[in-house]
T-cell receptor, first 109, second 116 residues
Framework: GQSLEQPSEVTAVEGAIVQINCTYQ??????LSWYQQHDGGAPTFLSYNGLDGLEETGRFSSFLSRSDSYGYLLLQELQMKDSASYFC??????????FGAGTRLFVKA | DTGVSQDPRHKITKRGQNVTFRCDPI?????LYWYRQTLGQGPEFLTY????????KSRLLSDRFSAERPKGSFSTLEIQRTEQGDSAMYLC??????????????FGPGTRLTVT
């Protein structure tokens, strides 16, 4: 089967750094994507890791270790607007995408 | 606004009725995906298209669900004989796949279905 696990909630303070972990159990995954979703909004793409290692995009970085079936999303210099749900998603060779249940991030002042 | 539109945005229907949703993807995108999302969960894969060809349909879907993408442009998702368990947000996404790393999907605003 294919499944991804991530913590249900994370709380951090404004200006801090937070890491959201994702472990997956699957075969045939080519890489890991991350999406952000604000309440009432649609998911928006943040990053994709097709190779092991770190990908950096501004304040957001994502990491993948395929040997450990593990990845994480790192958010730096947290802002109040970063309060949202974050989903890791496993991507297959056919471009089918399986989403985790999401991590709700609360950023406090 | 990602450029993906869905219609209607909200639909309330009585159990047993049929409903149809429409998705208009970004025009040059060759892939189109349908997902279902319930509160507190991630998007659940339903089906996807490469141009007009439906490549895969989730085994979770019953035969009451059908999707089409005529001419590789807009897509429709039909649910026949709706049940209360079908109440959810139905999301459409599109992408332009040119290489093995083109995984970025652009999501529409969704259609919220309520079955009473």
């Amino acid at each position: 089967g294919q499944s991804l696990e991530q913590p249900s909630e994370v709380t951090a303070v404004e200006g801090a750094i937070v890491q959201i972990n994702c472990t997956y159990q699957t075969s045939g995954f080519y890489g890991l994507s991350w999406y952000q979703q604000h309440d009432g909004g649609a998911p928006t793409f943040l990053s994709y890791n097709g190779l092991d290692g770190l990908e950096e995009t501004g304040r957001f970085s994502s990491f993948l270790s395929r040997s450990d079936s593990y990845g994480y999303l790192l958010l730096q210099e947290l802002q109040m607007k970063d309060s949202a749900s974050y989903f890791c998603a496993g991507n297959t060779g056919g471009f089918k995408t399986i989403f985790g249940a999401g991590t709700r991030l609360f950023v406090k002042a | 606004d990602t450029g993906v539109s869905q219609d209607p945005r909200h639909k309330i229907t009585k159990r047993g009725q049929n409903v149809t949703f429409r998705c208009d993807p970004i025009s040059e995108h060759n892939r189109l995906y349908w997902y279902r999302q319930t509160l507190g969960q991630g998007p659940e894969f339903l089906t996807y298209f490469q141009n007009e060809a439906q490549l895969e349909k989730s085994r979770l879907l019953s035969d009451r669900f059908s999707a089409e993408r005529p001419k590789g442009s807009f897509s429709t998702l039909e649910i026949q004989r709706t049940e209360q368990g079908d109440s959810a947000m139905y999301l459409c996404a599109s992408s332009l796949v040119r290489s093995t790393t083109d995984y970025e999907q652009y999501f529409g605003p969704g259609t919220r279905l309520t079955v009473t």
